[in-house]
């Protein structure tokens, strides 16, 4: 049974749980969303970083709850 969809704009490369009322996805462009479960409604997006970054390599979320995020440039 389907409980609900999410509509992105962009393609998702990686997904996971964030904690277990929210799921984040990193997306083709190199943003990474949060997504509430309840009504898969989007509530956070980080599409900027504070260092000069060409690409997101991947992220963890750690046991208190932070999020990791991994990233490269040329």
């Known amino acids: 049974m ?5 509509r992105a704009t ?5 997904c996971g749980f964030y ?3 929210i799921i984040w ?3 083709a462009i190199n943003t ?3 997504i509430r479960l309840e009504d898969a409604t989007l ?3 980080i599409d900027k970083f504070d260092h000069d ?5 991947g992220q963890q979320v750690s046991t208190d ?3 990791l995020i991994y990233t490269g440039n040329n």
Do not use: K, P, S, W
């Not at 389907?2 to 999410?6: A, S």
């Open 2 to 6: 389907l409980d609900g969809t999410y």
């Open 10 to 14: 962009q393609a998702f490369l990686d």
């Open 19 to 21: 904690n277990d009322q």
């Open 25 to 27: 996805a990193q997306t």
């Open 32 to 34: 990474i969303e949060f």
């Open 43 to 45: 509530i956070f997006i």
């Open 53 to 57: 970054i060409d690409y997101v390599i």
């Open 65 to 67: 709850n932070r999020m």
